[in-house]
């Protein structure tokens, strides 16, 4: 069985600072990561996703995520947020089956 | 290449009503995801289906929830005598293969009145 634990459901921040989403899995095999974001009212868009290779992942709109084997983390940055960037994000992981962490809310302040 | 395609938008039902939502995946996707996300929460696995078959339905209620995905035609999640608590979004994906990102629709927004 996998599971996903996103360690924050809220994150305040404010426009131009840097932000982190924590997000910690379990599983007893290896599996493939991914972010998404999901905007007021609308689905689920991808972010940026490991499959393999190199553990640092760039996405889009300026997001990357760090794979740490060891630790069994998948941790989301962006240096500088814009207002554009509030919206919930959610870490998902999937041997077979995508299985969601609870989602962190980010809600970035003028 | 269109997107996962769901319909529709938005359903409203009164109690003991039967919902029927749908799900187009993209276009050489077999592999078909259903989620619930209920307001303020996260999103919660229901059912993942191949073509003519379900693969895993470990998250589906036991009772007056079914889903289908045929040979041919949409995905259909089925959800007979709606109750109030069955109001939620209700997102599909499809993939190409298991082991992939899954690509999101738009959501069906189910209000049981």
């Known amino acids: 069985a996998q599971s996903v634990t996103q360690l924050d459901s809220q994150v305040p921040v404010f426009e131009e600072a840097p932000v982190e989403l924590r997000c910690n899995y379990s599983s007893s095999v290896s599996v493939y990561l991914f972010w998404y974001v999901q905007y007021p009212n609308q689905g689920l868009q991808l972010l940026l996703k490991y499959l393999s290779g190199s553990t640092l992942v760039k996405g889009i709109n300026g997001f990357e995520a760090e794979f740490n084997k060891s630790q069994t983390s998948f941790h989301l940055r962006k240096p500088s947020v814009h207002i554009s960037d509030t919206a919930e994000y959610f870490c998902a992981v999937t041997r077979y089956k995508l299985t969601f962490g609870g989602g962190t809310r980010v809600l970035v302040k003028p | 290449n269109a997107g996962v395609m769901q319909n529709p938008r938005h359903l409203v039902r009164r109690r003991g009503q039967e919902a029927r939502l749908r799900c187009s995946p993209m276009k050489g996707h077999s592999h078909v995801y259903w989620y619930r996300q209920l307001p303020e929460e996260g999103l919660k696995f229901m059912v993942y289906l191949q073509k003519e078959n379900i693969i895993d339905e470990s998250g589906m209620p036991k009772e007056r929830f079914s889903a289908e995905f045929p040979k041919e035609g949409p995905s259909i999640l089925r959800i007979q005598q709606v109750v109030r608590g069955d109001s939620a979004a209700y997102f599909c994906?499809?993939?190409?293969?298991?082991?992939?990102?899954?690509?999101f629709g738009q959501g069906t927004r189910l209000t049981v009145v």
């Open positions: 994906a499809s993939s190409p293969e298991g082991d992939t990102e899954a690509f």
